[in-house]
């Protein structure tokens, strides 16, 4: 009986707060952002102000299922279909901060998901690649970012391990899922003086999210902090 209680109650949160949401509209996820942006970026050790203002445009709500809107501005992540995960808005502007993006810079993200770092990404900057290896996800984050104006953000469904070679080189790159360590491939894809942010560890164990620079062709290490990311997948393995 208790555990029926107990359903109810949540089912009734989250049809309450989904009613809300949408009786509210674009104001309240306006609203929502301005509040993420000050209370979980600027209260944190986001200070660029290109991506709090990126962070402060996306609309996250429409990255997330329609159902899970209302949370959209959560200081989680959330789930996206196929076992994946939208990151927590904190670590998608820690990964864009690190990853010091410029205008005209070409950047590449390994792991579309949703495609929301790919967005704030493309505020950053008009040249954007991202790899996806989920076909599905591949193809709804292409939609959306579609519909939202950022066409030119290129999607490809693939193997992120062995990066973009014809794009390539890169001034950043983002790896949005855990390696257990930098695929060559990548590191060989940046330039110069390009900046690599990565989580690296074990599935379910101990994962540190690195910010490394390419200096005199090596990596140079400048950022870490523990993480909990989904794996970086190989395929076939
Ligand atoms: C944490 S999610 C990414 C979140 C995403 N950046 C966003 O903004 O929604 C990690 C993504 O990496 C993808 N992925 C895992 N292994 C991959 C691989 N080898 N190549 C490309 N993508 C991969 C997963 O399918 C998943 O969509």
């Known amino acids: 009986m208790k555990w029926k209680f107990i359903l109810f109650v949540v089912l009734a949160g989250v049809l309450l707060a989904a009613a809300w949401w949408l009786l509210a509209g674009e104001g309240s996820a306006a609203a929502a952002r301005a509040r993420m942006v000050k209370e979980q970026l600027q209260a944190r050790d986001i200070s660029d102000p290109r991506v709090l203002a990126a962070m402060g445009k996306v609309p996250r709500e429409r990255f997330v299922p329609a159902w899970l809107a209302p949370f959209a501005y959560a200081d989680q992540a959330l789930p996206i279909g196929q076992g994946q995960t939208i990151s927590q808005p904190y670590i998608v502007a820690l990964m864009s901060q690190w990853a010091e993006v410029r205008p005209g810079d070409k950047v590449l993200e390994v792991g579309t998901g949703s495609g929301y770092q790919a967005a704030v990404l493309a505020e950053l900057t008009d040249r954007v690649f991202t790899i996806e290896l989920i076909p599905e996800l591949a193809r709804q984050a292409q939609a959306t970012l579609r519909e939202l104006g950022y066409a030119r953000v290129q999607v490809r469904t693939g193997d992120g391990y062995a990066g973009w070679p014809e794009e390539a080189p890169f001034a ?32 379910g164990g101990l994962q540190y999210l690195k910010k490394y620079r390419k200096v005199k062709g090596e990596l140079r290490e400048e950022g870490s ?3 909990r990311f989904v794996p970086l997948v190989k395929p076939g393995e």
């Open 225 to 227: 902090l523990p993480v």
């Open 172 to 203: 950043a790159i983002l790896v949005t899922a855990a390696a257990p360590q930098v695929p060559p491939a990548l590191s060989a894809q940046l330039l110069e003086g390009g900046r690599l942010v990565i989580p690296l560890g074990r599935p």
